[in-house]
């Protein structure tokens, strides 16, 4: 017992100093920089990986099926609900539909509920508002930053901004 | 944790008027009581996140009781705050840094909530460790207060308790919280404290505190009642020291929220029990403030004080602006 509490202490401060490893303001805008590059080449590369998915799976399919639809419009189409069906599955909250149904007065597991977890969930300074909720991401065909903020005070719902939206959404 | 409706309860150590408090030292550290703070998260690790905020003010004063007329780093604080998803434990540790003299000495350096907290349920918490005192409308933090300066004479704060070891037990519903504190104060007897809060009532807030400890006993009754965007606060605090200094506060408070902006107008009337030679005193604080964002948030103050006897009246002036992490 008493090893094994000597222990969890030094793997803490292993854990710990492994988190606090020096970089410097230059290392970590480099660091942005490329996370960004490679979000932005991830994307890029899934979306032509789809297209080509899309293209096999169209080509297989018999003539009489594609018929009176270009090739193309039909690929593209398919690489779109790919995408969306994706985003709906990691980024629920980045349709906008979902966002229907969140109400002012709604508490905050009723939010979550229906959008999913906050990417960041955080007080605010003003009187009036006691907590944000805010969710971020990125749109998977376009690589598009977006983000959407719902305020609360007292555990209801004040403010909604939806993706996309910069002032709050009245009703 | 168990404020389930106004912000923590803290009081703010930070500025000069603080300082002032600490010359006059009839004030203990008691008892007290954890809460989150009004600050935001970073997410360190999944269970493991950091939050802080910074708060920087200029005061100015007209009497040389109030020993002001500087600008400074008020404080910068900085919490840890260790929640496993699946667990039922959970602990917070708070560093405070005080002061812009680069001396990050005992002088200058706290802690303020260093807990371990076991939640039994939703509504049932127990917690040790460094706890913060029940006591008090006005909140210990900055971030948590509708102006820059306390209700007592010279802006201090009136409270007998801050943070001190002990250990809580805590029942919290959506209409009521109670709870217990007991620590050790070095003496023979424990100093202990309880708390009762009614908030059953849409935009009511009705808490009672008492507080014993062989050094002093408080008794601190508050309501607080919000109408569409006014608040409204009466608070009474009444202390008997065992150095037979007694005091008595009574604060009317009235903000006013018109968007990001708000005013706070204050009123108190209260008798110091000769400490800093003051004893009857009326102080009145009128307060502009503005949040530029959810993070940061801008305030102006100007208070006097007309204190019966000599000292007459005593104006100050502050502006502070808080950034929350």
């Known amino acids: 017992m008493k090893r094994l509490l000597l222990i969890l202490p030094l793997s803490m401060i292993a854990s710990l100093s492994s988190l606090a490893q020096e970089v410097t303001r230059e290392e970590f805008n480099t660091l942005l920089q490329r996370i960004d590059a490679l979000e932005r080449g991830l994307s890029s590369a899934r979306n032509l990986q789809m297209e080509s998915l899309a293209t096999e799976a169209i080509s297989q399919m018999p003539e009489s099926q594609v018929a009176g639809e270009s090739r193309e419009s039909l690929i593209e189409e398919v690489v779109t609900r790919i995408q969306k069906r994706e985003e709906s599955v990691n980024y629920p909250w980045m349709e906008l539909t979902q966002w229907d149904g969140v109400r002012k007065r709604m508490s905050s597991e009723q ?16 009187k009036r508002k006691d907590r944000v909720f805010t969710w971020q991401g990125r749109r998977v065909a376009t690589g598009e930053r977006v983000e959407a903020i719902i305020r609360f005070y007292k555990n209801k719902v004040i403010e909604i901004e939806p993706p996309g939206d910069k002032k709050p959404f009245v009703f | 944790m168990a404020y389930s409706v106004n912000p923590p309860n803290r009081h703010k150590q930070t500025n000069n008027y603080k300082l002032m408090k600490n010359k006059t030292t009839y004030i203990l550290a008691g008892a007290v009581f954890a809460a989150s703070t009004a600050s935001a998260e970073i997410p360190l690790t999944d269970d493991l996140s950091a939050y802080g905020y910074i708060d920087v003010v200029g005061i100015a004063g007209d009497d040389e009781f109030t020993s002001i007329d500087n600008a400074l780093v008020a404080e910068f604080e900085l919490g840890f705050s260790f929640t496993p998803v699946d667990s039922q434990w959970s602990a917070v540790a708070e560093l405070s840094f005080n002061g812009t003299d680069n001396n990050f000495g005992a002088d200058n350096f706290d802690f303020e909530t260093v807990t371990i907290t076991y939640a039994y349920s939703d509504e049932l918490s127990f917690t040790v460790g460094n706890i913060l005192s029940y006591q008090g409308f006005e909140t210990f933090d900055a971030t948590g207060l509708y102006q820059f300066s306390y209700l007592g004479v010279f802006g201090n704060p009136v409270y007998t308790a801050g943070y001190w070891v002990g250990a809580s037990i805590d029942y919290v519903t959506d209409a009521y919280a109670a709870g217990v504190w007991v620590g050790d104060n070095n003496a023979e007897d424990a100093s202990w404290e309880i708390f009762l809060q009614y908030t059953g009532i849409e935009g009511l807030t009705a808490s009672f505190i008492y507080a ?13 009642y919000e109408i569409d965007a006014f608040t409204f606060a009466v608070e009474y605090v009444d202390n008997e020291f065992s150095n037979g200094v007694e005091q008595d506060f009574l604060m009317l408070l009235a903000y006013y929220s018109f968007g990001d902006a708000g005013i706070t107008v204050r009123f108190t009337d209260g008798d110091n029990g000769g400490v800093s030679g003051v004893d009857d005193f009326k ?10 964002s959810d993070n940061v948030l801008g305030l102006l103050e100007y208070s006097v004080d007309d204190i019966d006897g000599s000292l007459g009246t005593v104006d100050q002036y502050a502006a502070e602006l808080i950034f929350t992490f």
């Open chain 2, 283 to 292: 102080r009145y604080t009128i307060s502009p403030s503005y949040s530029f």
């Open chain 2, 212 to 224: 014993d400890d062989p050094d002093y006993e408080t008794i601190n009754p508050w309501i607080s």
């Open chain 1, 111 to 126: 939010v979550i509920e229906i959008l999913g977890p906050p990417t960041l969930d955080e007080p605010s300074l003003h």
